[in-house]
């Protein structure tokens, strides 16, 4: 079945990393992505891998991909104020479904 | 530019009313989507248009009735809705099959019923 799990919630100091993680229950996805929302606001696509690579990097974040564990991470470097969102994790087929996971809110503590 | 732009913002409307919920693209985008969000919940798909087409409807009440008038439009009509039905409307779109399928969403449009 499709499953995507995340922790809800995720507080980290600012000037840290943050470390956000999702597993995933279907070997066959093509397509893994991270997204945020702001408090009122839509989701804003942050990065993306395919499933045949196992890091990306792109200025403050990478994200690495571990397929047989089927884990999925999105560190954030240097974590600050202006991060503090939900940050979903989702899959797809390649196809026109993305499934979502529950989000994580990040809490950035002074 | 990757915008997918959404109007209105916000919309109050009673249980027998008429409204409609727009959404507009210009990168050339062949897919577009439907997603109801709830508080604290993530998105739902609701429904995908790919190539103007119909090509999923996750069991959607027909109170909320789709149309795709051209490849850069997509609208959500909205009839005799009830107070479960106020959430985050979210529209997004992505390239066509096969091409990296990366989905950008809009702002979305906060629908409240009453």
């Known amino acids: 079945g499709e499953d995507v799990e995340q922790s809800l919630f995720l507080s980290v100091r600012e000037g840290d990393s943050s470390v956000i993680n999702c597993t995933y229950t279907?070997?066959?996805?093509?397509?893994l992505y991270w997204y945020k929302q702001e408090p009122g606001a839509g989701l804003q696509l942050l990065t993306y891998i395919f499933s045949n690579m196992d890091m990306k990097q792109d200025q403050r974040l990478t994200v690495l991909l571990n397929k047989k564990d089927k884990h999925l991470s999105l560190r954030i470097a240097d974590t600050q104020t202006g991060d503090s969102a939900i940050y979903f994790c989702a899959e797809s087929w390649g196809d026109d479904k993305i499934i979502f996971g529950k989000g994580t809110r990040l809490h950035i503590l002074p | 530019d990757t915008e997918v732009t959404q109007t209105p913002k916000h919309l109050v409307m009673g249980m027998t009313n008429k409204k409609s919920l727009k959404c507009e693209q210009h990168m050339g985008h062949r897919a577009m989507y439907w997603y109801k969000q709830k508080a604290k919940k993530p998105p739902e798909l609701m429904f995908v248009y790919s190539y103007e087409k119909l090509s999923i409807n996750e069991s959607v009440p027909s109170r909320f009735s789709p149309e795709c008038p051209n490849s850069s439009l997509l609208n959500l009509h909205l009839h005799a809705l009830q107070p479960e039905d106020s959430a985050l409307y979210l529209c997004?779109?992505?390239?066509?099959?096969?091409?990296?399928?990366?989905?950008?969403f809009g702002e979305g449009s906060w629908l409240t019923v009453v």
């Open positions: 279907d070997s066959s996805s093509t397509y």
């Open positions: 997004a779109s992505s390239t066509s099959r096969g091409a990296g399928n990366t989905i950008y």
